[in-house]
């Protein structure tokens, strides 16, 4: 079982920048498949960022050249740091770890943190 607690929504203006926090219960980075997800009031969830336990990133394309996902095993915690943010990113942002063992599938999520982008 992994628990995971994201912090550091809020409100910020357009142009803005903020770091999302996901802290897990346990040691996740390089083990897990690591991902962010948004659901904006009214729309599906979509991908934001996510790494392989190799290493290898992807992004969405809203958000490429402006979010960056990192973290570091040592602390158990991984990041999302955000920049020029605008209305459209308003969201509320989960973090979600996710393993095959043995043909099952471990699959946790974060109860997530709102993003507010506005003036």
């Known amino acids: 079982q992994v628990e995971l607690l994201e912090v550091g929504g809020g409100l910020v203006q357009p142009g803005g920048s903020l770091t999302l926090r996901c802290a897990a219960s346990?040691?996740?980075?390089?083990?897990?498949?690591i991902a962010w997800y948004r659901q904006a009031l009214g729309k599906q969830r979509e991908l934001v960022a996510a790494i392989t336990p190799g290493g290898i990133l992807s992004y969405g394309d809203a958000v490429k050249g402006r979010f960056t996902l990192s973290g570091e095993s040592a602390d158990n915690t991984n990041y999302l740091r955000m920049n020029d943010l605008r209305p459209e990113d308003t969201a509320v942002y989960y973090c979600?770890?996710?393993?095959?063992?043995?043909?099952?599938?471990?699959?946790?999520w974060g109860k997530g943190t709102q993003v507010t982008v506005s003036s």
């Open positions: 346990r040691s996740i980075w390089g083990i897990y498949d």
């Open positions: 979600n770890a996710r393993k095959v063992i043995r043909e099952r599938l471990f699959d946790y």
